[in-house]
């Protein structure tokens, strides 16, 4: 009991829970490239070889060890690429005959767009379906949302991909079914090319989407203050979407970020189907050709996304839920 | 629990078809690699179920020996995630504290790594052995398994008759065999299928991208990439695999799904018969709230309860009618009822007039009525206000609904609603969440939102019960300051006569649904005629009456409403119960001051009959 102001008190959580915060963001991405070094590590297959080729002289294929580093112990590699990554050097990429920073911009671009693209469909489809559902649990709209969901979520990404391009590009024409315009220059064109990517990218998160906001809908709708809501006489859409959605929404939020390295896998699945030349496949090439910069750096770029994509659902979170930025005072 | 239909057996029956086909394979489809160069490029046929490839494959072949092999992978990989996540799992939930720190931050780091991008690395480096791809898989769904393992067995370790198992010695071996896994296993074991179904699709993902098994093993992913190229010209190519995909790992998620389902298994009753109103009591001209007959049903497992049982009470302007009652009388459900809020699964019947006009079954005026008519205020004032919205935000937002009022007045107005229900600092209280109010205050918000609209009608349930006895004071002659000033008719819903006694100025006592004795509260509290109310009465502390300073309860429990006594429904719990109370049950009677009751043998009046 009691109504204290927050005043002086809240500092040291705040500090707490920033701090916690940010070594979780450390751990992760420390982790995550570590991995991925002692990984590429462990493979068979010397990649000092692969790049100076078959026929390449002993001579060539030291020339390339020592640039590479291979001749010195693993962890002090990863420190050192660590120390220049910290600098925004990832090395350079022989296929593209670059810098990996510049190859990783210059295509992220696109692979961010998808990804936008694909969470945006998610929410879009989410949130009036999670909401009809939810409010009315047990109905039949209930179950056909439900049902609709799990198809979205069973529907493999490949298979979706070229269902769509089948039937909305080579049948009936209405959307280009391959490539990548930007949507800069040409905002109609370009939103076209990037429908159908973030619609096979995105419907199964929507289903995964849906079914949490649908949980926690039913849920709040049971809640004494939307009994209280109605009872005082608002209206039911008033009541959805100032009452219900914003407290529902936070399952919802984790969901999406906790399912956000699977939308990343998925992610080179759609870029190789619609022929998007994105940063997805840029893990797949240096893999095949032994390019440990170009993996360790498109990696590293995928994990900080990662990262700072969950602190974003955080912020929200916070913003949605006042109870969580402040210390709980009232009993 | 519901049986399992169609939606259960259909996706099971596929699934099993699947898994015949995978180990007849031999036998069904004798030659995959046989080319029927003749037969090339053919549409789904009798001979060719599936049709054939450019160069001549049966796919039908193809597809069912490619069965075998997705189904291997989906099954190796699967068993290896459940061991080994299920395992961490359970290490993580049960032993908690540095245990689970570390496991969840090592499953944290391999969640994050994007899986179909490790895996390309593996079967590049490793080789591309069905065992590679199963066992690399199989390793990506260990955090997926360690995650729900670990908040099942969480959930059930904290259950009570865990930790009484683990107080009377019980080993942690015997609990985790006899108590935990076998609970975590009926969550965790129809989640397998949902990742078998993610395995599948993975392996199908590494196909398509060209990184799929050594040559020769000729996957549905494969399939799919071989009829990419002629998509526009051979479609069936495509469209079969991705039929098989479609239909498989839906399938999967679907079984996996209701056996999950099956394992919580909760589910609401059906509706019940409505048995006719009955109507009773006197027409009311000046009634602000009337109620004729009123029933309520409600639908549980056991079969429909008659939560509210033929109430019919009114309320003038400006008069308090208290609804007494032991918790599960039906007062509650009465309220509800009133402002059609009731429970899903939950009906009404019989007549609720507001201000002379019908709102019971009729949903446009009910509408109408709700907040500007008759208004409401709940027992807990800790669930009835939104914990992620302002409390001035949320009594301006009635304002503005009912009122019209623009965003700013609707704020002024909240403010001096916060301050007219003697809330100090009511600027600075507005902009704050419920959570930073104290309980007293909170109940005082919500009295506020209640009057936003200037209901002729308040309904209170229990407005104080969760409150402390002087906050509880203080907010009961609010509401009468309130009733007062604005010609307020009130119905204080409460199971304490104690807090009626001065504040209300007629009383209904409530039974098993029904109401048992009504009448101006000096004349009920002075002379109760239903041994009921007596025993409410004797057991309201007292402090003017020395000696006797506990209450004294009510011996025996309010009766099965499933299946109601034929008689009087207090008669098990009475003192004075004949055999006639036991048949009959009894009507309101009663005396020309308006005071009734239901009673066979009604205290101090000389009973007709001996």
New interface residues.
Partial sequence: MGSRPAGSCQTPDVWRSALRRIVAVVAVLLGVTFLSQVFLEVLPGDPAVVIAGMTGSRAAVEAVRKQLELDRPIHERYVRWLGRAVQGDLGRSGRYNGSVLDVLLQRGTRTLQVLIGALAVAVIVAVPFGILAGYRAGGVSDRLVSAGAVIAIGIPPFALGNTMILFFALKLGWLPALGYKSPIGEPWEGFQHLLLPSITLGLPLAGLAVRALRTDVAATVAQGHVLTARANGLSTWRILTRHVLRQSSLTMLSVIGVNLPWVFSFLVLVERLFNLAGAGELITQGISGREFALVQGTILAFAVLYVVLNLIIDLLTNVIDPRRRRPVLAS | MKRLGPGFWIPAGWLTLLVVAALTAPWIAPEPDTLFTTDAKQGPSWSYPFGTSKIGHDLFQRAVHGTRLVLVIALVATAIGLVLGGGLGLLAGYRRRSTEVVVL?VM??W????????L???V???GRSVWVVAIAIGLLTVPLFARVTRTVVQDVAGQEYVLAARMIGATHRRVLRREVIPNAALVVGPYALIIM?LA??LE??LS??G?GLEVRKVTW?LL?LE??RD??RL?YL??I???L??AT??S???VG?QLAARAMARR?GRRPVLPPAVLRGEPAPTAALELRGVQTWIATPAGPVRAVDGVSVWVAPGRTLAVVGESGSGKTMLA?TI?G?L??GASANGSVLVGGREILGDPAAL?A????EV??V?Q?P????????TVGAQIA??VE??RGASRRDARRRAVELLEAMGVAEAPRRAK????????G?RQRV?IA??L??EPSVL?ADEPTSALDVTVQAQLLDLLAVERVARELAVVLITHDLGIVAGRADEVAVMYAGRIVEQGPTAAVFRAPRMPYTAALLAAVPRVDTPGRVLPVGIPGQPPDLVSPPPGCAFAPRCRFASDRCREEAPVLTGGPDGHVWACHHPLGVVSSLA
């Fill in positions: 931050t944290d780091v969640v994050a790594l994007p899986g179909l991008m490790v390309i690395a593996v590049t480096y490793i179904g599948i699709v199908g993902a398509f991208l990184f992913g799919m009829g990419q998509l526009d479609p495509t469209l695999p991705a039929g995909f479609l790992v839906l999967l998620t679907l799904d609401p509800r402002l809020v429970p899903p509408r009525a709700r907040g500007r208004a409401m709940f807990d800790q669930s009835s206000l939104d914990p992620v919205m937002e009635l609904a009912h704050q969440f419920p959570h930073e109010l104290s309980g205050v919500a939102m209640a936003a609209a309904i």
